[in-house]
């Protein structure tokens, strides 16, 4: 009974990241080998009653992701290019997956400007990839303080919710993503998109319901 969970549980991620987080097409093929290669990992040594053992995160190298993410957020922005030379370094740092020293970098920029909101967001980001995805109080602070510094921008509010979803999350990054498209104007551009990816999560999250 516990496999038949585990394979739909499988099979839900897979349609996570493929529907609602729009992994590109191409890395499809990517996404399932990774997950049938964690099925048969699990099946051959997998032992669920044995305790954890934490250890530090190490430097995430998902380039591929903080690519998506930087262009994501430019096209967010509601001003014109970005050519703030902090947060050109420091995007070019996370794209090669050196989200530290991106953070650190915009930690200085953040220091000089507290209102630059697309640095405490581009550092809010950084701050998730160096967890390897798990969003942290320190990152939920920059994003609380990108949304003050601009609380008209799309921005913070959806990629603080991504980054809930992608903690596992789901329900509280639903939860910001519903409350971003509640105050989001009929014409704004990015509407469509943001209604579209909660109709998914939505759909996702009553599959998993009823996998349960």
Do not use: C
Request: overall charge negative.
């Amino acid at each position: 009974m516990s496999w038949i969970f585990v394979i739909a549980l499988a099979l839900l991620i897979f349609v996570l990241l493929a529907v609602v987080l729009k992994a590109p097409r191409g890395s499809w093929e990517v996404l399932g080998a990774a997950l049938l290669l964690g099925l048969a990992g699990y099946a051959w040594q997998g032992a669920p009653a044995l305790r954890g053992a934490p250890k530090a995160p190490a430097e995430s190298t998902g380039q591929g992701e903080a690519a998506l993410d930087v262009a994501e957020r430019q096209k967010l922005a509601q001003a014109a290019p970005m050519s703030d030379k902090d947060i050109v370094v420091a995007d070019a740092l996370a794209r090669h997956g050196q989200f530290a020293d991106s953070a650190e970098f915009l930690r200085g920029a953040v220091q000089r400007n507290p209102d630059n909101a697309d640095a405490w967001l581009a550092m809010a980001n950084s701050l998730v990839g160096h967890a390897e995805g798990t969003i942290s109080p320190a990152a939920i602070y920059a994003y609380d303080q990108a949304e003050r510094a601009a609380p008209g921008s799309p921005g913070p509010g959806f990629f603080k919710g991504l980054a809930m979803i992608r903690s596992g999350r789901l329900e509280d990054g639903r939860k910001a993503w519903a409350a971003l498209l509640a105050q989001t104007p009929p014409d704004a551009p990015w509407r469509a998109d943001l209604a579209q990816r909660l109709a998914e999560l939505d759909q996702f999250l009553a599959r998993a319901q009823e996998a349960q």
